[in-house]
C-alpha cells in the first residue's frame, strides 16, 4: 500500500522519511487545527499528537472538520483521530482530551514541530513562551474569524504581524507580563476584521461570544500551517528573523 506515491514523486523518498520520523504536536483541533491535522496527515506525517479539551458542539459544523450532525457531542481529538487513522492506519496518532495550561507537562522538548491553533487568550500567550523556549520549530494561527475574503490570509514572524487584533493582543499581554518568546516563529494571520451582523449567541457559562466565521477562511490557515510545517521539515522554509524580537 502506496499512500504517498504522489507525495513522494515530488518531494523523493529522502523527503518522505523525514515527513513521516517528525514528531509533531498540534494543539487546538478546531476550525483551524482539525484541517491543518488533515493536510499533515495526507502529506506524509507519521508521527502527530492532537491536544483540545472540547466535545463538537453543533456550532462548530460550520467550519471544523470533526464536526457533523453525527459527531456532535463526542470528543474532537477522538473524532479527528479515527479520521486520521482511516486515511493513514499506519500513523501515530495520539489523542489528548486536555487543555493547555501553564505549568501543564505535555514534553514540548521531545517534539521536532509545535503547534499553537487555540483561542483562549492566556493559554495562547503561555503555550507560545513555552513553545519559543523548546527546541522545536513553533508555528501559530492568530485569530481567523470575522473574515471572508481568502486573498487577504498572509504569513509574518510575530512581531512582524500587523491588523490582527489576536496579535496585537497577545503582545501587548507579554509586555505587560515583562515576558517575551525567546525566538522567533512564523504566523498565519489575516489583517481583515469585519463586523458581525447577525444576532450573537449564548455561548454558555464561562465562554466569550464567538465571532462569524467561514469554514474557507480557517480552512486556508489550517492548510497554510500545514504548508509551513512541510517546509521546515523539508529544509525549504526560510528561518524568520530573529533581529524582530524586541530587546
Known amino acids: 500500500m502506496n499512500l504517498f506515491v504522489r507525495t513522494e514523486r515530488l518531494v523523493g523518498p529522502e523527503g ?12 487546538g483541533t478546531g ?7 488533515e493536510a499533515l496527515v495526507r502529506s506524509g506525517i507519521g508521527r502527530l499528537t492532537i491536544v483540545d479539551p472540547d466535545c463538537v458542539d453543533q456550532s462548530n459544523i460550520n467550519r471544523q472538520l470533526p464536526a457533523t450532525t453525527l459527531t456532535v457531542g463526542r470528543p474532537k481529538v477522538e473524532v479527528l ?7 493513514n492506519p499506519e500513523a501515530h496518532i495520539t489523542a489528548l482530551r486536555q487543555r493547555y ?3 501543564a507537562d505535555f514534553g514540548l522538548q521531545d517534539y521536532d514541530v ?3 491553533a487555540i483561542d483562549s487568550l492566556t493559554d495562547k500567550m503561555n503555550l507560545l513562551l513555552e513553545a519559543s523556549a523548546a527546541p522545536g520549530k513553533l508555528y501559530c494561527s492568530l485569530g481567523a474569524a470575522c473574515k471572508t475574503d481568502p486573498t487577504k490570509v498572509r504569513v509574518a ?12 493582543a497577545l503582545r501587548k499581554k507579554m509586555r505587560q507580563n515583562k515576558t517575551l518568546p525567546t525566538k522567533p516563529f512564523l504566523c498565519v494571520y489575516d489583517d ?19 465571532n462569524g466565521t467561514f469554514a474557507h477562511i480557517t480552512g486556508i490557515f489550517g492548510f497554510t500551517l500545514a504548508g509551513l510545517v512541510i517546509q521546515g521539515i523539508l ?7 530573529s533581529s524582530q524580537i524586541p530587546d
Do not use: H, T, Y
Open 114 to 116: 509545535i503547534i499553537d
Open 157 to 168: 514572524e510575530f512581531f512582524s504581524v500587523r491588523g490582527c487584533p489576536l496579535g496585537a
Open 16 to 27: 518522505m522519511e523525514k515527513l513521516s520520523a517528525a514528531r509533531v504536536i498540534l494543539f
Open 81 to 87: 483521530q479515527e479520521r486520521l487513522l482511516e486515511i
Open 31 to 37: 476550525g483551524v487545527g482539525s484541517w491543518c491535522a
Open 192 to 210: 481583515e476584521v469585519l463586523p458581525n451582523l447577525g444576532a450573537p449567541q449564548d455561548p454558555g457559562p464561562g465562554k466569550a461570544v464567538a
Open 235 to 241: 529544509g525549504r522554509c526560510p528561518s524568520p528573523d
Open 101 to 103: 495550561q501553564k505549568g
